[in-house]
């Protein structure tokens, strides 16, 4: 007769072992969905664990990249919200004429100078920035030049009139009517040889020369000149011409005033 063996019960090593081979050999050790974060090891999982664009905005925390997880360069306009960027975010001084669109940039786009730290100023300008072409005609003033800063060198030669030097003058026939002048001249014939002369603006602290001379081509004689302050008139000069005798006598003259 064969004597029967009495089987013995498993133990727990044993089960354990017996699971890790049904493991291993491709068994099903977890239903889906049973593993949560308190099973994964914290920081176990890697970039290439996760499949490329799986990851989404809803699925990151509130403020949770920042600009040192961002690689430089990297954002571009696609990635910013319209009107996401304002002045506060752009550093002074920092844009220049490249980075503005010709035309995008209005009066409007600017804060007025009535708001605190409103309008442009220089630190807001990078430095040659602005060039003829921002400039319009006859936009800049003389407020806003500073006192000094223009020399010959920004001078077109000969681009400056009379007027803008302080220098008048006057070419006056001898019957007292005016040939030629710097404009604005009237003139008085008083009497034989003595005239007055209004260059219709204040001239009493300028210096006066007289000479004898006719507008054109002429004779030019000479006579004895005079020339001083108008009594009376502060806007004209009081002339008088004379012969070599000293007689009173008419006659043409070119007279130059420098204020």
């Given at each position: 007769?064969?004597?029967?063996?009495?089987?013995?019960?498993?133990?727990?090593?044993?089960?354990?072992?017996?699971?890790?081979?049904?493991?291993?050999?491709?068994?099903?050790?977890?239903?889906?969905?049973?593993?949560?974060?308190?099973?994964?090891?914290?920081?176990?999982?890697?970039?290439?664990?996760?499949?490329?664009?799986?990851?989404?905005?809803?699925?990151?925390?509130?403020?949770?990249?920042?600009?040192?997880?961002?690689?430089?360069?990297?954002?571009?306009?696609?990635?910013?919200?319209?009107?996401?960027?304002?002045?506060?975010?752009?550093?002074?001084?920092?844009?220049?004429?490249?980075?503005?669109?010709?035309?995008?940039?209005?009066?409007?786009?600017?804060?007025?100078?009535?708001?605190?730290?409103?309008?442009?100023?220089?630190?807001?300008?990078?430095?040659?920035?602005?060039?003829?072409?921002?400039?319009?005609?006859?936009?800049?003033?003389?407020?806003?030049?500073?006192?000094?800063?223009?020399?010959?060198?920004?001078?077109?030669?000969?681009?400056?009139?009379?007027?803008?030097?302080?220098?008048?003058?006057?070419?006056?026939?001898?019957?007292?009517?005016?040939?030629?002048?710097?404009?604005?001249?009237?003139?008085?014939?008083?009497?034989?040889?003595?005239?007055?002369?209004?260059?219709?603006?204040?001239?009493?602290?300028?210096?006066?020369?007289?000479t004898q001379g006719e507008a054109g081509a002429g004779g030019a004689g000479g006579a004895i000149m005079g020339v001083t302050d108008r009594a009376g008139n502060s806007e004209a000069v009081f002339v008088t011409t004379r012969t070599n005798a000293n007689a009173l006598s008419d006659h043409a003259f070119q007279l130059v005033v420098?204020?």
């Open positions: 007769m064969f004597a029967l063996r009495r089987l013995r019960k498993p133990t727990h090593g044993t089960v354990v072992a017996y699971l890790a081979l049904f493991v291993a050999l491709g068994g099903t050790a977890y239903a889906a969905n049973t593993i949560g974060s308190a099973d994964i090891i914290d920081e176990s999982i890697l970039s290439a664990d996760i499949k490329d664009g799986e990851v989404k905005g809803s699925e990151l925390k509130k403020n949770a990249v920042n600009s040192a997880k961002l690689e430089d360069g990297s954002v571009a306009t696609i990635d910013l919200a319209p009107d996401a960027v304002d002045g506060a975010h752009v550093l002074d001084g920092s844009l220049t004429g490249a980075d503005v669109s010709d035309g995008t940039l209005g009066s409007s786009d600017i804060m007025d100078d009535t708001f605190p730290g409103g309008g442009l100023g220089a630190s807001d300008i990078a430095t040659n920035a602005i060039g003829q072409p921002e400039i319009a005609t006859d936009g800049v003033g003389a407020t806003e030049i500073a006192d000094d800063s223009i020399d010959a060198g920004e001078i077109v030669d000969f681009g400056l009139s009379n007027q803008d030097v302080g220098v008048l003058f006057a070419q006056i026939n001898l019957d007292g009517t005016v040939a030629n002048s710097s404009g604005g001249v009237t003139t008085v014939k008083i009497g034989a040889g003595v005239y007055e002369v209004d260059f219709g603006r204040t001239i009493s602290s300028c210096a006066f020369v007289a420098v204020c």
